[in-house]
């Protein structure tokens, strides 16, 4: 493997995050409006999406191609593309992950904007989940 690049997709490229997580059998899209990153070997391997919400961002849609897990490549991407960004990350986790979040900085979030909280509601109607939060 060669060595990994981890950068902000432009628009005319948003397709292909989309058409990877298709690849790989997830129902994850990237949201219009959002900041896409993504990592690259020789092609996208990792990508997430950070929305603009009232006090900084929502994070969603970060998936790692199982054969680049282990390398820390998500903690990688989301660290360099929360940087980028001004107030709290936001995101929704099931509870068993929040390890692996609680090692990149975020903490369990309570006070989540209006707009998060009526949707972790309507989630958490069909799967445990988490709200977690990171100020920058």
């Not at 490229?13 to 690849?23: C, E, S, T, V």
């Not at 070997?41 to 009232?54: F, Q």
């Not at 998936?63 to 960004?85: H, I, M, N, W």
Request: include cysteine.
């Amino acid at each position: 493997m060669s060595e990994v690049s981890i950068q902000l997709l432009s628009e005319p490229l948003w397709p292909l995050l989309n058409k990877f997580y298709r690849a790989h059998g997830s129902s994850m899209k990237a949201l219009k409006g959002g900041r896409l990153w993504v990592a690259r070997d020789t092609g996208i391997v990792a990508g997430l999406c950070l929305t603009p919400v009232v006090g900084g961002h929502w994070l969603t849609g970060l998936f790692v191609d199982p054969a680049y897990r282990g390398q820390k490549l998500a903690t990688r991407l989301v660290l360099r593309a929360v940087e980028q960004v001004e107030g709290t990350v936001w995101l929704f986790c099931h509870p068993d992950l929040q390890g692996v979040y609680d090692r990149m900085g975020f903490t369990q979030e309570t006070l989540l904007p209006q707009s998060l909280s009526e949707r972790l509601v309507r989630y958490k109607r069909n799967k445990p989940l988490i709200a977690m939060g990171l100020k920058s």
